[in-house]
Every structure is written in structure tokens, then in C-alpha cells.
């Protein structure tokens, strides 16, 4: 399946202080690989969250730009960012961000109705999605009712709402045990396995193992970028397909 190709070129980021400036992101240009995650490595203060930020167009860049194909992100109006975001990129974070007051089927259902689907296609479409990660029986559970890893399986099917080329997923397993991180491995890799791609920003160097491509920031400059090919043939090509995707999703299941 054809999905957006995320390019960054020349990206840079300079924060103006009153203190001086400060040059959080530069001269970054990568091409993000479909179908594969893309870890993004380095010490605190390196710029990870600065190039999420500009990648995601919640921030526009000093220089360079961001394309999913031939659509200039950083060129488009606040508004029309959002709308990117809301159609075409899905996120998950470390804190989960689910609203507490809705439920699981809730919450998933929520960007669907944002992006203005009717009541029928957003059920069918949460159900979908929380039952392939396992979750059929926690749709009516408020989040304060779900273990920490079912928490974040919810936030990952509610980032697939809308059915996202790109999914940003920032330190998701840093709130949890290492077993329940491995659930969310095992689904971060179903998603790739779609087609999407994955961008996932960690400082954690064994979580980052997992990925495909590894980008290490150093000072705001890409130091480095690690292909690893075992993972690519391990099931993460692009030419995977959702069928592949779907005999996969067990891996994703309830404990
Ligand atoms: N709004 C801002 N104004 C000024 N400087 C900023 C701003 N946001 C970030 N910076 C600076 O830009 C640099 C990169 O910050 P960034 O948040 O991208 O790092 P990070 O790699 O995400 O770090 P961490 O692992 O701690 O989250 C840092 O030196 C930071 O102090
Ligand atoms: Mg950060």
C-alpha cells in the first residue's frame, strides 16, 4: 500500500532567548523509510523533541522544510497543520494523553469525529481497532480502569483512527514495565507492517534497538544513521501488507 513519504530537508530550529540564541536543531535531512520505524536517539538537549516538533508541524522550522510527499508542512497555515495532524500523522506519548472522563471506545472514537466520521463508522471503526490489539473486552473501560500497557494500546489504536501514514510515538514504553514495553514493541512493529512509518523518539538505547533506521542527534546535528537489516527482513518491508499486518496483531493481545 502507498502511504506519504516523510522528507526532511536542511531542517533547523533556532529558539531566540533573551539570554541568546539557541541552534536546538540544524542542517537535518533525512527521508523516512515506509513500512520500518525510525528511531530517534540522543542525549537530553540534543534536539529530539525540537525535530518531533517541526516533523509533526506543531513547530515550523528557521530553515529547510518538511514534505509528506509533495505537501510542504512547514509551508501550510496553523490551521492546515492541524489537519495534517489529525488525518495523516497519529501519535502516541509517553503519559498516554487519554482523556479520563471517556471511554477506551471513547477516546478512539474521538479523532474520527474530528475528522467527520458518522456514529456507525466511528464504532465500527474503534471496535476494529481495539480488538486488534487485543482490547475487544476493555471498550467500555475508562482508562483509570486499564493496566498501563492496555492504556497504551488504546492510545495506539486511537492514533490509528483516521488511518495515519506516519505514527510519532515519543518514549511510549517510558511509562511502563519491560513486559508490558515488549506489547507495545510488538504492536509498534504491526504498524510499521502496514506500511506506515513509524518515527519513534526515545533516549532509551534498548527500546531503540528495535528499530529499523537509527538517527543519533548529537548538539542538534545528526551524527549518525544506523540501518539495521536483520529487523527489515524480520517482517518491517514495505511491502508488507495489512494481511500480513492482521496475522500479526496476536502479538499485540492481552496477556
Ligand atoms: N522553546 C525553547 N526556547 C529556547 N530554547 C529551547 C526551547 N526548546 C528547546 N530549547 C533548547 O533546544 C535544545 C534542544 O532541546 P530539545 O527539547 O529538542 O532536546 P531533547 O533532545 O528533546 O532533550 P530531552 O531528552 O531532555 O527531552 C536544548 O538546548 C533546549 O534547551
Ligand atoms: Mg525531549
Known amino acids: 500500500m502507498l502511504r506519504g513519504v516523510l522528507r526532511a530537508l536542511d531542517l533547523g530550529k533556532t529558539y531566540r532567548a533573551p539570554s541568546g540564541d539557541v541552534v536546538a536543531l540544524a542542517d537535518f535531512e533525512h527521508t ?3 513500512g520500518a520505524i525510525t528511531a530517534v536517539v540522543g542525549p537530553s538537549g540534543s534536539g529530539k523533541s525540537t525535530l518531533l516538533n517541526l516533523l509533526a ?3 515550523v522550522p528557521t530553515t529547510g522544510g518538511v514534505w509528506l510527499d509533495d505537501l ?3 509551508q501550510r ?4 497543520r492541524a489537519s495534517v495532524r489529525l488525518r495523516r500523522f497519529g501519535f502516541v506519548f509517553q503519559s498516554f494523553n487519554l482523556v479520563t472522563v471517556l471511554t477506551a471506545r471513547q477516546n478512539v472514537e474521538l479523532p474520527l469525529g474530528l475528522a467527520g466520521a458518522g456514529p456507525g463508522e466511528r464504532r465500527r471503526r474503534a471496535d476494529d481497532l481495539l480488538r486488534r490489539f487485543g482490547l475487544g473486552q476493555r471498550a467500555d473501560h475508562l482508562p483509570h480502569r486499564l493496566s498501563g500497557g492496555e492504556r497504551q494500546r488504546v492510545a495506539l489504536a486511537r492514533a490509528l483512527a483516521n488511518d495515519p501514514d506516519v505514527v510519532f510515538a515519543d518514549e511510549p514504553t517510558g511509562s511502563l514495565d519491560s ?3 515488549r506489547e507495545v514493541v510488538a504492536a509498534l512493529h504491526n504498524v510499521a507492517a ?3 512509518t513509524v518515527v519513534l523518539v526515545t533516549h532509551d538505547e534498548a527500546l531503540s534497538s528495535i528499530a529499523d533506521v537509527r538517527l543519533r542527534l548529537s548538539d542538534g546535528r545528526l551524527a549518525a544513521t544506523d540501518h539495521v537489516p536483520a529487523r527489515r527482513a524480520a517482517g518491517g518491508g514495505r511491502e508488507a501488507t495489512r494481511d500480513d499486518a492482521e496475522d500479526l496483531a496476536p502479538a499485540a493481545g492481552p496477556r
Open 32 to 34: 523516512f523509510s515506509e
Open 57 to 59: 508541524g506543531f513547530d
Open 72 to 74: 510542504a508542512v512547514h
Open 77 to 80: 497555515s496553523e490551521a492546515e
Open 179 to 181: 513486559v508490558t514495553g
Open 194 to 196: 502496514e506500511g506506515r
